[in-house]
T-cell receptor
C-alpha cells in the first residue's frame, strides 16, 4: 500500500482482556518496528523484524507482550491480560533497510479501563 | 546502549524567529541520525536524515540539521519559523543494531 496501515485506530478494553493490534507495512519494506508512546513520553522500542531473521524482542516490557510477522508482511502485536499501564499509543513503522528512516503508521490508541 | 537527549521540552517562538532544537546522543560508533516531526493530529513523519558525507543536511520545509561528531550532537535549525511549524519534534539515532532510539521530543509552539 501507499503507507503503513494500523488497525484499529482506537481500542478500549477492560483490564485483564487480551488485545491484538495489526500493522500492514509498505510493500517491499523488509524492516518492521513496533514502538509505544505514552502521554508526554518519547517512543519506547518494543520489537523489530528484519526480513527472515529472528526478531529483536529486547524491548518487550513483559511476557504478556508478543508479536509475529507473517510472510514478511503483516504484523500483529498481542498483549495478554492487559493492565492499565499498557494504555498508550502503539506505533508501527517500516523501512526499506535496517539503517533507518522510518515510515510510521497512524498508531493504535489503546485504553485499558 | 545508546541514548538520545533533547534538552528543550517545550519551545515557544513568534513567527519569523529563528529555531534551534538541541539533540545529543551517547554512542561511540557509527550512527545514522534523524529528525521526525508530528504535526497536530497527524502521524510521525521523517523530516531529515544523516547517514554520511556533508554534516549539514537539509530537509523539507526549510529545516536543516548539523552533525557535529565531536559534540555527539545533531541540532535542528530553521532560520524563520512559521505558525504551521507548530508540532512535536523527535530526534533519533540508529546504530548497526538496526533499531532507532528516540529522544523524548520537543514541543514547538509558534505564535502568529
Amino acid at each position: 500500500g501507499a503507507g503503513v496501515s494500523q488497525s484499529p485506530s482506537n481500542k478500549v478494553t477492560e483490564k485483564g482482556k487480551d488485545v491484538e493490534l495489526r500493522c500492514d507495512p509498505i510493500s517491499g519494506h523488509t524492516a518492521l518496528y513496533w514502538y509505544r508512546q505514552s502521554l508526554g513520553q518519547g517512543l519506547e522500542f518494543l520489537i523489530y523484524f528484519q526480513g527472515n531473521s529472528a526478531p529483536d524482542k529486547s524491548g518487550l516490557p513483559s511476557d504478556r507482550f508478543s508479536a509475529e510477522r507473517t510472510g514478511g508482511s503483516v504484523s500483529t502485536l498481542t498483549i495478554q491480560r492487559t493492565q492499565q499501564e499498557d494504555s498508550a499509543v502503539y506505533l508501527c513503522a517500516s523501512s526499506l533497510t535496517s539503517e533507518g528512516g522510518y515510515t510510521f503508521g497512524s498508531g493504535t490508541r489503546l485504553t485499558v479501563v | 546502549a545508546q541514548s538520545v537527549s533533547q534538552h528543550n521540552h517545550h519551545v515557544i517562538l513568534s513567527e519569523a524567529a529563528s529555531l534551534e532544537l538541541g539533540c545529543n546522543y551517547s554512542y561511540g560508533g557509527t550512527v545514522n541520525l534523524f529528525w521526525y516531526v508530528q504535526y497536530p493530529g497527524q502521524h510521525l513523519q521523517l523530516l531529515l536524515k544523516y547517514f554520511s558525507g556533508d554534516p549539514l543536511v537539509k530537509g523539507i520545509k526549510g529545516f536543516e540539521a548539523e552533525f557535529i561528531k565531536s559534540k555527539f550532537s545533531f541540532n535542528l535549525r530553521k532560520p524563520s519559523v512559521q505558525w504551521s511549524d507548530t508540532a512535536e519534534y523527535f530526534c533519533a539515532v540508529n546504530t548497526n543494531a538496526g533499531k532507532s532510539t528516540f529522544g523524548d521530543g520537543t514541543t514547538l509552539t509558534v505564535k502568529p
